[in-house]
């Protein structure tokens, strides 16, 4: 029986544009089958291959497997050309998302999983393998973790508040304390004492009011990061700013996100872009307008964010960071991710040899020359 259940399984590395498209309706059935947070969607894949990866030249490498020929488990990933070395990565743009295979959560979950990752390793061609945010409780983590040449790895927060079971809105707000000394809706009071506020969700189908609010969003999000000097690769890319836009709405793929706006006599002050939850919804992207921020317009984007999903029956993920709303929201539960980078290859092997043997040149050269400087002659040199 184990023989034949083997024979019947099979692992395919989908590189061809047509063959990933055409896994639509058995993507969809299985992510609805296993509950899979919006970015194993296939109209995550998609948007992300079509509008960010395609673009930028990296090659598809999206593994799938079969039972008897029934779609089991799909990992989309890319294979990204970095000088002379080729580096395997999920697919999509580089955010905050997590890394995870789509597999039900059922008694042939590790073994596929296992599966995965072996045929990650031996058919996609890969010098490293880079693994951004892998939550350290699935099973990928430990099959990671376990490998000889890990280069790096690197622990991160991560919070997330369940929702649902949680009576009335009013009551599970009562169950949380205070946010920095206050309790939910005090920042919205205090907004309110500054002109008319008002919160509302954007109807998908308005894209060009979509995209103008994302683009302020992205400008704010700027803003912020010169001030604090942290800076992210994806902060200035049109084709991530593009992409948020078509997770909300798309001709070619069902909305997978929706946009909140919090406005102040009708400009907006604050808006959060959450995804669809599967019951699971993640926080994606956020931005204020730095000019109120006394009145804390960012955390109350946050507030109707986590309202939102609870009103709707979703939980809430709030992903990596230690940010101290996100613990709140998730009453101090949290987990840790890590972000890990194996050697796969000799020629990787080569490359991480020959790197650390330049710093070891490097820093003889310059102990040499400091000595040179500091030596009796260099001294004699400077009294005379």
């Given at each position: ?124 061609g890969a010098d490293f393998i880079h693994m951004p945010y892998v939550r350290e409780t699935l099973h990928l983590y430990t099959l990671v973790s376990r490998e000889r040449h890990v280069l790096f790895a690197e622990a991160h927060q991560a919070s997330a508040a369940r929702l649902r079971g949680q009576g009335t809105w009013d009551e599970y707000c009562r169950s949380l304390g205070t946010l920095f000394g206050k309790r ?201």
């Open positions: 029986m184990n023989k034949t259940t083997h024979r019947a399984r099979r692992y395919d590395v989908i590189t061809d544009e047509a063959q990933f498209r055409a896994l639509q309706p058995e993507w969809d059935a299985l992510w609805t089958r296993a509950q899979g947070h919006y970015y194993r969607s296939f109209s995550y894949g998609w948007l992300a291959w079509d509008h960010v990866s395609k673009p930028h030249g990296r090659l598809l490498r999206c593994i799938v497997c079969r039972d008897d020929g029934q779609l089991v488990m799909i990992w989309p990933l890319e294979a990204v050309k970095r000088a002379l070395w080729t580096y395997l990565v999920p697919l999509g743009p580089e955010g905050g998302d997590y890394t995870s295979v789509l597999v039900a959560d059922d008694a042939s979950a590790a073994a596929l999983i296992e599966g995965a990752w072996h045929t990650a390793r031996r058919r996609c939910p809706g005090t920042f919205v009071k205090r907004l309110a004492k500054e002109g008319t506020v008002a919160v509302r969700v954007v109807d998908p189908a308005e894209e060009r009011e979509t995209a103008s609010l994302i683009e302020w969003m992205f400008n704010c999000k700027r803003s912020w990061s010169d001030r604090v000097g942290k800076r992210s690769v994806w902060l200035d890319s049109p084709e991530f700013e593009r992409f948020l836009g078509k997770l909300i709405h798309s001709r070619d793929v069902p909305s997978m996100a929706r946009l909140i706006v919090v406005t102040l006599d009708d400009a907006p002050v604050a808006g959060i872009i959450v995804s669809v939850g599967n019951p699971w919804a993640s926080a994606i992207f956020a931005g204020y307008d730095p000019y109120y921020g006394r009145c804390c317009p960012g955390l109350i984007a946050v507030e109707q964010c986590v309202k939102w999903a609870f009103e709707n029956g979703f939980d809430l993920d709030f992903g990596v960071g230690a940010e101290r709303f996100k613990s709140y929201w998730a009453r101090g539960e949290a987990t840790t991710a890590w972000t890990t980078q194996i050697v796969n290859s000799k020629w990787g092997l080569l490359a991480i040899h020959t790197r650390r043997l330049a710093r070891v040149l490097a820093s003889l050269a310059r102990r040499r020359a400091h000595r040179a400087t500091t030596g009796p002659d260099s001294a004699l040199a400077s009294h005379r």
